[in-house]
């Protein structure tokens, strides 16, 4: 039987890192690679076969909402003689400033694809993961506490945090682990895509490879979660005794983003 690595998001930033990190390893025979971006997904297959045996399989598809998860479930169910080896839930996005200063209807499609897919992608790939099969779910390190200025988002965090811990323990009498990635910033596209274009780059943003590192590493020993860098993890400890209005009130003050 086949065993399969699945990575969404993967055409760039850390879902892209995943896919070369993982064909360097002997967990999947295969590694399907999911985006809607399918010149970026060629490219990245290119890249993988200079360096590994792994087979690697493009799938251009949007994910979003539940006709996306949907769209993931028919494909697995048209597949024979596999098992889900390692499932990487990594597609997402974010949105800057106000609540009031966004747009509605990006709010809602980010909810749709940060909750409602991966919700739907981790149920439908559960019929095909056997005992020591993996979840990974890319939360936040904004999972921890309401900010202001990033409302929407962080909360989608904290529902992402939230069920995979709860997965987690359901989970465990089947032998499978699940384990919520929390990076804070790291060098990806995501400033661009959450400001539209303003800041180009995740500012302080750190390195995407180790954080993908130290997810995998992690995850292969069976932790519920993933903060790569000391200062991340001391701000989820600190995150404890802070009353979390304050912090949202605090960050909406004084850390405002452009957007």
Same mark, same amino acid.
């Given at each position: +039987? /086949? $065993?399969?690595? %699945? *990575?969404?998001?993967? @055409? !760039? ?9 993982? &064909? ?35 799938l251009a598809m ?45 709010e809602m499609q ?18 095909? +993961? /056997? $005992?020591?099969? %993996? *979840?990974?779910?890319? @939360? !936040? ?9 990033? &409302? ?64 995998i590493k992690r ?41």
């Amino acid at each position: +039987m /086949k $065993k399969i690595g %699945i *990575i969404t998001g993967a @055409s !760039s930033g850390m879902g892209a890192e995943f896919a070369r990190q993982l &064909a360097r390893t002997n967990l999947c025979q295969q590694i399907w690679i999911i985006a809607r971006r399918e010149d970026k997904l060629q490219a990245l297959k290119d890249e993988i076969k200079a360096f590994s045996q792994v087979e690697i399989i493009p799938l251009a598809m949007d994910l979003t909402g539940a006709k996306g998860a949907e769209n993931f479930r028919d494909y697995l169910s048209k597949q024979t003689d596999f098992e889900i080896k390692i499932l990487v839930n990594n597609a997402g996005f974010g949105t800057y400033g106000p609540f009031e200063e966004t747009p509605v209807e990006r709010e809602m499609q980010m909810l749709d694809l940060n909750c409602t897919s991966l919700t739907g992608i981790c149920g439908y790939a559960l019929p095909y +993961m /056997k $005992k020591e099969s %993996i *979840i990974i779910n890319t @939360s !936040s390190l904004a999972a921890f506490m309401p900010l202001g200025n990033f &409302a929407v988002y962080a909360a989608s965090k904290a529902y992402v945090l939230s069920f995979s811990l709860a997965l987690a323990a359901e989970l465990k009498p089947r032998g499978i682990s699940v384990t919520a990635l929390c990076p804070g910033s790291v060098s990806t596209e995501f400033a661009n895509v959450a400001s539209n274009g303003v800041r180009k780059e995740v500012k302080g943003g750190l390195s995407c490879q180790k954080t993908v590192a130290h997810c995998i590493k992690r995850a292969l020993s069976g932790r519920h979660t993933a903060l790569a860098f000391a200062k991340w993890r001391i701000t989820a400890f600190l995150s404890r005794f802070v009353g979390r209005y304050q912090v949202a009130d605090f960050t909406y003050k004084f850390n405002k983003r452009p957007h």
